[in-house]
């Protein structure tokens, strides 16, 4: 008993609750030891022939098998553990309610030696013979050391019950006394389970064995079924025994009944924990079938865009060539001698192969988009490249561009090149819209306003276009470089609007979040750039 206490302080979980049941059997082995003793030794007497006593040395090996039930060698999950524990609880009532039933009635209602004595030991056998049976299943599903100890523990239990079948036969023939060789086995039990107790190191739960956990716990719960059902035929047989006196037959009526309420009871906890677990899993499994699904979709989509990027990417390919072409016969043709009619004719064929070439190249911004690489960015100095870079477009459609900017920085977390090229497209698509009609003038502005950064690029002429419209209309803006435009600001968290109005004009509003003040000081403290700084350009 001793050399098995150290393994239930050191171990952890399930398999601190398998030593402890192991010590716990052993130490009620050692209890009854001492009751012995202490008749044969200190008080110089036999052991009374009804002794209270057997049923401790009979709950020892009910514990030992709780223990086996465990199966400290497999992993195993919380809720199979939870199971197992009702199933434990449920076999270990069983127990004790067979020996209450068969035992007790011989000894406290109807006290009558023999009949005690041929019962118990008839039990004792058979709740043996179950105990070795255990430990021989747990060893064919264990290997390593496990299965060494589990052997080991078959054979100590082996040579002791063989040798206490025995010393009762021998009992019963009075050739017995304490100190003859009958208990020589016995001894030799006891020396080898310390044996187990002292070599015996402490094990995880071994891989590889988890698969099996599950037709072990179908098992062990068709077993405590099995224990349940039992009680009406014991029931059956207390009333068909005419040789039962009376008390005895009232007395098991009685207790099969309590038992049955009581096993009622665990079987109904049971049941509602297994139920809880199997609506966990039917949630989760419709859970997994939506995810299932929506991941199909979305590998059919990735698929689609794949080939239409690769599609799109052989397309633009081919298309920027003449476009190039295009565009410098148009620049060419402009420092030619023409008259005015077929200058401004000229200056619109450079105007629209120039928007050709925006929306080719927005095409394969689209088909190509990937996850943008986010870093502090100044819209400010963003805005202020894109008028730099589209003033030959608005100087030769003759356009004033205007810009109000607010004072302070206006930081945003983004790709510095996929803003550009939105706001390169945004600039773009109200320069050829302004050029269509007799305003001439665009105005941006940017500003910070309930955490976010506001771009506003103003059209007034375009106002004469939405006569007969008396109400503000906001709508999402549409178009293959639009749509290029809205896919990025969406991985930025912001938007694109269309605003139009009589007396207004049009506006092309972006919004996109703010850095936070705080995040704005631990940037800069970590030496992380905040100005977006363009590349020279040709």
């Known amino acids: ?92 009532v069983w127990w004790a309610y067979l020996y209450t039933l068969i035992v007790i009635p011989w000894q406290y209602i109807v006290p009558n030696v023999p009949a005690y004595g041929n019962n118990l030991n008839s039990l004792y056998l058979i709740e043996k013979l179950a105990f070795l049976g255990a430990l021989l299943l747990a060893w064919t599903d264990s290997k390593d050391g496990w299965k060494i100890f589990y052997a080991s523990l078959f054979g100590a239990s082996f040579i002791y019950a063989a040798s206490s079948h025995i010393a009762n036969w021998a009992i019963g023939r009075h050739v017995y006394y304490s100190g003859s060789f009958y208990d020589i086995p016995l001894a030799v039990s006891m020396a080898w389970i310390t044996v187990i107790g002292l070599s015996t190191r402490e094990r995880t739960p071994q891989a590889g064995v988890a698969s099996t956990s599950t037709s072990h716990g179908v098992w062990l719960a068709r077993l405590g079924m099995i224990a349940a059902f039992s009680l009406p035929l014991f029931a059956a047989w207390a009333l068909m025994d005419t040789a039962l006196p009376p008390p005895i037959r009232s007395f098991r009526l009685v207790l099969t009944l309590a038992i049955a309420l009581l096993m009622g009871v665990m079987v109904f906890l049971r049941q509602r924990l297994l139920d809880r677990e199997l609506l966990r899993l039917l949630t989760h499994s419709q859970e997994s079938l939506a995810n299932l699904k929506r991941l199909q979709t979305q590998i059919t989509e990735a698929e689609k865009l794949a080939s239409i990027g690769q599609l799109v990417g052989g397309v633009t390919h081919e298309l ?62 963003l805005l202020r490249t894109t008028v730099k870079l589209s003033q030959p477009q608005w100087q030769a459609l003759n356009i004033e561009v205007h810009t109000e900017f607010s004072p302070d920085p206006l930081l945003v977390r983004g790709d510095s090149n996929q803003l550009l090229q939105v706001c390169v497209q945004i600039i773009n698509d109200a320069l050829y819209a302004v050029g269509q009609h007799s305003s001439r003038t665009l105005t941006i502005t940017a500003e910070r306003k309930d955490g976010l950064a506001i771009i506003n690029i103003w059209d007034a002429g375009l106002g004469d276009s939405a006569k007969g419209k008396e109400k503000e209309e906001d ?64």
């Open 320 to 381: 920027n060539n003449p476009i190039a072409a295009l565009l410098g016969y148009s620049d060419l043709l402009l420092t030619t001698p023409l008259n005015p009619e077929q200058y401004e004719l000229a200056g619109k064929i450079g105007q629209h192969v120039r928007r050709t070439k925006s929306l080719v190249a927005s095409l394969l911004s689209f088909a190509r988009q990937g996850p943008a690489a986010m870093a502090p960015v100044d819209l400010k100095t």
């Open 475 to 538: 709508r999402a803006l549409s178009g293959l470089g639009l749509s290029a435009c809205q896919g990025i600001l969406r991985q930025h968290h912001g938007r694109i609007l269309w605003q139009q109005h009589r007396n207004t004009g049009t506006n092309i509003r972006l919004e996109i979040p703010v850095i936070p003040p705080m995040e704005k000081e631990q940037s800069s403290e970590a030496g992380v750039p905040v100005m977006w700084q363009p590349q020279p350009y040709a």
């Open 1 to 92: 008993m001793v050399s098995l206490i150290p393994h239930a302080v050191r171990s952890r979980g399930r398999l601190r609750l398998f030593w402890t049941l192991i010590a716990a059997g052993i130490a009620l082995w050692f209890s009854y030891q001492l009751f012995w003793t202490y008749y044969e030794v200190w008080l110089r007497a036999d052991v009374p022939d009804l002794c209270a006593a057997d049923m401790v040395l009979f709950l020892h090996i009910v514990l030992l098998m709780a223990a086996l039930a465990l199966r400290p060698h497999a992993s195993e999950d919380e809720y199979a553990a939870r199971l197992r524990r009702l199933d434990f609880a449920l076999m270990m």
